[in-house]
């Protein structure tokens, strides 16, 4: 029981993420670097790795692919080709 409550209690932190994080996720989905993902976002490079430290804390994921992962599982995320898309 201790596990799916955890899996809930993620599931609502991810459906929690705000636009920016939303942004800053697509685009780790994506494969950019920070620096990348900064110009793309028209944002510092750390900033980009706040949104990230943040949203690594908030969904308790180990690492940025472990974040994307636990996006796609939670259904934030829906594989399409070779790109991810945040789903509305």
Do not use: W
């Amino acid at each position: 029981m201790y596990e799916s409550s955890r899996a809930f209690s993620e599931a609502n932190d991810l459906l929690n993420l705000t636009n920016r994080e939303c942004e800053v996720l697509n685009c780790v989905a994506q494969g950019l670097s920070n620096k990348e993902a900064a110009r793309e976002l028209g944002i510092a490079p750390r900033t980009v790795e706040r949104h990230i430290e943040n949203l690594r804390n908030k969904i308790r994921a180990r690492n940025k692919a472990h974040m994307v992962a636990k996006a796609i599982t939670f259904g934030i995320f829906e594989p399409v080709s070779k790109e991810m898309s945040i789903l509305p």
